[in-house]
């Protein structure tokens, strides 16, 4: 499980990047957080609306997770924290703060922000609890090899140092975002 300091302060890195995106106005953008099939890499991938299940709005189509490897004309953006500080590849964000991966993600992933281009307030009220949960350590993780998907909250994984836990400390919650725009359930 990822327990890293620097992989966690990454992932968070990335989900404020999207954030900093919502501000922007692309809110259609949206993210599924999910692992790695060995558990050690907690990876995201970022697509726009009308990719993501009705039935549950932080799973992205099986299709467009597929999607072509350059990031101009790509449909979706993955990143891994197996890739430390080289978000998406990039050789040249290893200094970066939210607002800076933000700017390149605009330039670089051009297809993909138009289409995440526009407002959804539910999404992104919603977003704003899950990206103060994971600035409290609280990762979301929709998909994982050892885990059936679930469709009535976010699971969220603690990686909090163990000094910071307490055996009191009950698991935050977080519903299940607003529905996705494509035209069809995850199977599930």
């Given at each position: 499980m990822l327990q890293h300091p620097t992989h966690i302060r990454r992932a968070v890195r990335v989900l404020a990047m999207v954030g900093e995106l919502h501000k922007r106005g692309y809110q259609r953008l949206r993210v599924m957080p999910y692992m790695a099939p060995s558990g050690t890499h907690w990876r995201c991938t970022i697509g726009a609306?009308?990719?993501?299940?009705?039935?549950?709005?932080?799973?992205?189509?099986?299709?467009?997770?597929?999607?072509?490897?350059?990031?101009a004309t790509a449909e979706v953006a993955r990143y891994t924290s197996a890739e430390d500080n080289h978000y998406f590849g990039w050789t040249d964000a290893e200094q970066d703060n939210a607002r800076s991966l933000a700017d390149k993600f605009v330039k670089r992933f051009s297809r993909l922000v138009d289409r995440g281009k526009g407002w959804d307030y539910g999404y992104a009220g919603w977003y704003v609890r899950l990206q103060g949960l994971a600035d409290a350590c609280w990762l979301p993780v929709v998909l994982s090899d050892y885990t059936p998907v679930v469709y009535d909250h976010i699971?969220?994984?603690?990686?909090?140092?163990?000094?910071?836990?307490?055996?009191?400390?009950?698991?935050?919650?977080?519903?299940?975002?607003?529905?996705?725009?494509?035209?069809?359930?995850?199977?599930?």
């Open positions: 609306a009308e990719l993501f299940y009705r039935n549950h709005g932080a799973i992205l189509s099986e299709i467009a997770a597929s999607d072509s490897d350059d990031q699971p969220l994984t603690d990686v909090r140092p163990e000094e910071q836990r307490l055996d009191v400390d009950e698991a935050p919650g977080l519903p299940l975002p607003p529905p996705g725009s494509l035209q069809r359930d995850h199977p599930g």
